[in-house]
């Protein structure tokens, strides 16, 4: 496995396991939203599998490229999720102290 990937994977499984930590599991209300992070660890797990088993062999572009498509897709999924977050939260920059 190249550095890069080494890298990538390093982050990915960082990303897992935060999003399966219960403080956002009890945030993750929303049952379609449990689903996209459950599907993310799974194919997190799908690359760290592909990664180790191409040692010694050439790596399968069309499993990985797969995998790293469904990833982005989930990736987006989450950040739209927490973009719709904020912005429900944006009233809070007009408050201030009564003085």
Do not use: W
């Not at 209300?29 to 689903?35: I, T, V």
């Not at 989930?74 to 920059?93: M, P, T």
């Amino acid at each position: 496995m190249s550095m890069d990937n080494n890298l990538f994977l390093d982050t990915l499984e960082q990303v897992k396991e935060l999003l399966s930590s219960s403080s956002v599991a009890a945030r993750a209300q929303d049952a379609d939203l449990g689903d996209v992070i459950t599907e993310f660890c799974e194919l997190t797990d799908q690359y760290a599998i592909q990664q180790s088993d191409s040692k010694g062999r050439p790596e399968d572009i069309a499993a990985l490229s797969s995998i790293l498509k469904k990833l982005a897709s989930k990736i987006d999924v989450i950040e739209e999720h927490n973009l719709i977050s904020l912005q429900k939260l944006k009233f809070l920059s007009k408050i201030s102290p009564k003085i």
